[in-house]
């Protein structure tokens, strides 16, 4: 069994700047990818941003590719997501997964979920 636990959202302005953080335990955490989704209200959850837990090689949405970064920490069991220049349009709740099978750019591919932060982006 995984745990997640996400931290680090807030209410940012326009053209802002958060850093999420994820912290994953668990008796057996080797995960392949990790990845950050995002939902906002009424709509499906969406693919951000993911990265292979070995050699660190990452992958983005075109919709943050250049303004959001994912990183982690092997040692710490910890995924970040940094984001700048938000926009309105980031406004969702975020969730950080850990990937069982199949394609990183899908929510279905994941097996464990934290809670969500929420991430408001005023104009």
């Known amino acids: 069994q995984v745990q997640l636990v996400e931290s680090g959202g807030g209410l940012v302005q326009a053209g802002g700047s958060l850093r999420l953080s994820c912290a994953a335990s668990?008796?057996?955490?080797?995960?392949?990818?990790m990845g950050w989704f995002r939902q906002a209200p009424g709509k499906e959850r969406e693919f951000a941003a993911a990265?292979?837990?070995?050699?660190?090689?990452?992958y983005y949405a075109d919709a943050v590719k250049g303004r959001f970064t994912i990183s982690r920490d092997n040692a710490k069991n910890m995924v970040y997501l940094q984001m700048n220049s938000l926009k309105p349009e980031d406004t969702a709740v975020y969730f950080c997964?850990?990937?069982?099978?199949?394609?990183?750019?899908?929510?279905?591919?994941?097996?464990?979920w934290g809670q969500g932060t929420q991430v408001t982006v005023s104009s």
């Open positions: 668990g008796r057996t955490f080797s995960p392949s990818f």
């Open positions: 997964g850990v990937r069982s099978s199949g394609s990183v750019y899908s929510s279905s591919s994941y097996a464990y």
């Open positions: 990265i292979r837990w070995t050699d660190g090689s990452t």
